[in-house]
Each structure stands twice: as C-alpha cells, then as structure tokens.
Nanobody, 127 residues
Framework: QVQLVESGGGSVQAGGALKLSCAAS????????VGWFRQLPGKEREGVAC????????YVAESVKGRFTISQDNAKNIVYLQMNSLKAEDTAMYYC????????????????????WGQGTQVTVSS
C-alpha cells in the first residue's frame, strides 16, 4: 500500500502563491505517476497537474498552465505543486493521488486512473 499526505494549503489573497506538498510512504515502488486534483463541493474532480516520477515528464492543465508547476524530490518521495498568481477560482480542496500505471501520458490528468489518494488540503483564495 501507499500512503499519501498533502500539506501546504491555506488562505491567501488573489495574486499570492502557495506550495503544496504530497509526501508518499509505504510501498512507494508501486506507483509511477502522481497527480494533483482539486474539487469543490458538488463539483467534479479536476486534474491540475501530474508527473511521471520515473522520467520526470510533467503535464499541466490548460486552466492553470503558466501559473502552476509540478515537481518532485525523488529522494524524499515528495511531489510539489507550486501555485503562483492565485485566483479566487483556484479555491478548492486539493488532493494528490498516485497510480501504478507504468507509462507516462496526458491520461494522468484524469482521476479514474489512480489507485491511491490523500486526504486533501484546502486552498482558499480571497479576492
């Protein structure tokens, strides 16, 4: 099993920045990609960014491209989501997830390919 713990959420004013962390533990050899997703109550989960941890390929959703960056520290089994120029519409619960699919691709922006999920961290952006 793989355990994922998100941190770094909080409240920030529009135009500000936050850096989220997703720390993995357990059988970390089981996953190949890690994705960040966000969700508002009653809304569908939206893929924000993902990274193929074995090769470093990254994919970012059009809605956040140019503002959000995903990166990793393989030695620590941590994946980061740097969020800059935050907008009120970025307000959501942010989740990280990991998948055992062993190939890279834009599919990683879709939540149905994931095996393991964290509990989420709240991001609130005030305008």
């Amino acid at each position: 099993q793989v355990q994922l713990v998100e941190s770094g959420g909080g409240s920030v004013q529009a135009g500000g920045a936050l850096k989220l962390s997703c720390a993995a533990s357990g059988e970390t050899y089981r996953y190949y990609s890690v994705g960040w997703f966000r969700q508002l109550p009653g809304k569908e989960r939206e893929g924000v960014a993902c990274i193929y941890t074995r090769g470093g390929h990254t994919y970012v959703a059009e809605s956040v491209k140019g503002r959000f960056t995903i990166s990793q520290d393989n030695a620590k089994n941590i994946v980061y989501l740097q969020m800059n120029s935050l907008k009120a519409e970025d307000t959501a619960m942010y989740y990280c997830a990991a998948t055992s699919r062993s190939y890279a691709g834009t599919w990683c922006l879709f939540s149905d390919g994931y095996d393991y999920w964290g509990q989420g961290t709240q991001v609130t952006v005030s305008s």
